[in-house]
């Protein structure tokens, strides 16, 4: 079954410093890989989404992922991150083919300092 | 052009009651999706709709179930509710065969 790890339940980083949220999968092929944010109450914003191809994949909001097949990893980075970006975010798989469902991770809750 | 589109935005139910969740889908897509997130956890997979008819549906007990109408827009009832289905539910819209969601911003669901 699909599965999606993702480590760190909280990180907190100072207004201005890089990001790093990692995002781990178990499954059987490469599945297509996402990642969204969620501000409080609201749903789902899709920040990116790898398929195939180039293995770094830019997204929205100066979010970039790294898919790397050896470590079954799909981290989001950020140069450096603004207020703003405090939010909770959830990295998700769903196997190729379309249509399918997408499996979620718990999410990371991030919090950034002044 | 609208995204997905969900009500009510806050909803509160007692326990043994029965509920109804509505979503309309972005223009252009014809499969709904349903997702439940309990407080602290990601969105967990209910059911999809396609064609008016459900194609496919994670581990959630028949007191779950849906409809699509022709108009592509989708109900999810709820009978008989528990406690822990306090939750916020949140409808994802896609075209048939393509990897693109589009969710709505939910309805929260509390039951008491």
């Known amino acids: 079954a699909q599965s999606v790890t993702q480590p760190d339940i909280h990180i907190t980083v100072s207004e201005g410093a890089s990001l790093e949220l990692r995002c781990n999968y178990s499954y059987g092929a490469t599945p297509y890989l996402f990642w969204y944010v969620q501000s409080p109450g609201q749903g789902l914003q899709l920040l990116l989404k790898?398929?195939?191809?180039?293995?770094l994949v830019q997204g929205i909001k100066g979010f970039e992922a790294e898919f790397k097949r050896s470590q079954s990893s799909f981290n989001l980075r950020k140069p450096s991150v603004h207020w703003s970006d405090a939010a909770e975010y959830f990295c998700?798989?769903?196997?190729?083919?379309?249509?399918?469902?997408?499996?979620f991770g718990k999410g990371t809750k991030l919090t950034v300092n002044p | 052009d609208a995204g997905v589109t969900q009500s009510p935005t806050h909803l509160i139910k007692t326990r043994g009651q029965q509920v109804t969740l509505r979503c309309s889908p972005k223009s252009g897509h014809d499969t709904v999706s349903w997702y439940q997130q309990a407080l602290g956890q990601g969105p967990q997979f209910i059911f999809q709709?396609?064609?008016?008819?459900?194609?496919q549906r994670g581990n959630f007990p028949d007191r779950f179930s849906g409809h699509q109408f022709p108009n592509y827009s989708s109900e999810l009832n709820v009978n008989a509710l528990l406690l822990g289905d306090s939750a916020l539910y949140l409808c994802?819209?896609?075209?048939?065969?393509?990897?693109?969601?589009?969710f709505g911003s939910g309805t929260r669901l509390t039951v008491v």
């Open positions: 709709y396609y064609e008016e008819e459900e194609r």
């Open positions: 998700a798989v769903q196997s190729q083919g379309g249509s399918e469902k997408l499996v």
């Open positions: 994802a819209s896609s075209l048939r065969g393509s990897s693109g969601y589009t």
């Open positions: 790898y398929f195939s191809g180039d293995t």
